[in-house]
């Protein structure tokens, strides 16, 4: 923008990123049964299901700009050129980025009965995790308004014009939702087929960015002088 005076307001701050979701643990795996040398069996234990990833934490919003205003008496003013004021309101910032949700931990595996011990049940490995949901994205600021202008002057030379211009600053850019994590994995059941794995995690809501700032007020006085 270029201007004789140029009056630029302050810019709002960007949100906070927020923070990833933790990973799920890993279930435990299971026990092996075995036989003792008189017939006795000792049966196989389940693997344990993965625990839950946690979600992501959502970006804060971005703050909104400011803006300035601008007064101007003089008198005598013997203007040798055209002069130019622009007022520029401040720009929202910008929304913070989510975390992602954390992964699901994998299910851990069955152990298997002894082969004499078939009388016994086949165990159940264990669940996956679920995964964490992704975190909301910032919203973004809405850009300021443009600053009030004032200018009032009483002429002594020539008329020469006195220009002025006063726009809103630009709304912050929303952000996009955060990603679902990823499910675990069932662990192995002791027949060799698989437990149930764990749902994905639902990605985070998108935000909207923030509108932007409308044209302040002009008001110019000229007094022709003598």
Not at 92 to 98: A, E, H, K, R, S
Not at 108 to 131: I, K, V, W, Y
Not at 132 to 155: E, F, L
Not at 195 to 222: E, F, R
Request: overall charge negative.
């Amino acid at each position: 923008m270029s201007a004789d005076i140029l009056i630029t307001g302050v810019n709002g701050a960007n949100g906070a990123n927020g923070a990833p979701g933790t990973p799920g643990t890993q279930g435990s795996n299971g026990v092996n049964g075995s036989s003792s040398l008189f017939g006795g069996c000792k049966t196989a234990t389940s693997g344990t299901s993965g625990s839950d990833g946690t979600a992501g934490s959502s970006g804060c919003d971005g703050q909104p700009g400011e803006s300035w205003w601008f007064a101007l008496k003089c008198a005598n003013f013997a203007l040798i050129a055209p002069i130019e004021i622009n007022s520029q309101g401040g720009h929202g910032g910008n929304g913070g980025n989510p975390g992602s949700g954390g992964n699901g931990g994998d299910g851990g595996n069955a152990g298997r009965q002894h082969d004499r011990c078939s009388n016994l049940p086949t165990m159940s490995g264990g669940h996956g995790g679920n995964g964490g949901h992704g975190g909301n994205g910032g919203y973004g600021g809405q850009g300021a308004d443009g600053g009030a202008i004032w200018v009032s002057y009483t002429q002594s030379n020539q008329p020469l014009p006195v220009k002025a211009r006063s726009d809103g600053g630009d709304g912050g850019m929303g952000q996009a939702g955060g990603v679902g994590g990823l499910a675990g994995r069932g662990g192995q059941n002791g027949d060799g087929s698989f437990a149930a794995d764990g749902s994905n995690g639902n990605g985070g809501h998108s935000a909207q960015g923030g509108a932007g700032g409308q044209p302040g007020s002009v008001q110019i006085t000229h007094t022709p002088g003598a």
